[in-house]
């Protein structure tokens, strides 16, 4: 009997204890500026990459960068963000030989200490042989909080 009451007790203690990481987490709204693919050129790749912007002039470089080949802008939602307000969270997946691949973030979540962005990758080509590199580019509301990509 004492061990069965010791077990319990153990078992309870471990269900009661909470991990701050998902403690009151709530989720975070976030409209899509752009969600397609690149035609990457050979001569100056873009690397994969996962980047929070939180300023016109990163702003304003990342969208110089991306638009090596196509004026890649003309099929944002949105170019004028207001970063007293607004902050960029972009994926860049890796170039593809062939077409239909997306990256996709499909949540965002915080608590007080952190923002988590889900990036998964919904569709994962076809047989259209072309070299395709996708990308998704979401704005969410100012914060001075850590993002951390899953």
């Known amino acids: 009997m004492k061990q069965i009451i010791t077990l319990f007790s153990f078992l309870f203690l471990l269900t009661s ?45 990342f969208i110089t960068k991306i638009s090596v080949v196509n004026a890649e802008s003309k099929y944002f939602i949105d170019t004028n963000i207001d970063f007293t307000k607004f902050q960029i969270i972009a994926v860049i997946d890796q170039k593809y030989l062939n077409g239909g691949h997306t990256i996709d973030i499909t949540k965002i979540a915080e608590n007080k200490n952190n923002i988590y962005v889900k990036v998964e990758k919904l569709h994962t080509g076809n047989i259209a042989t072309v070299l395709t590199q996708p990308y998704h580019i979401v704005k969410i509301a100012k914060s001075s909080k850590k993002v951390i990509f899953l």
């Open 17 to 61: 204890c909470s991990n701050d990481n998902n403690s009151n987490q709530s989720d975070v709204s976030f409209s899509t500026v752009v969600q397609k693919d690149l035609s990457p050129s050979d001569q100056k790749p873009i690397a994969e990459t996962k980047v929070v912007i939180t300023d016109a002039q990163a702003w304003n470089a």
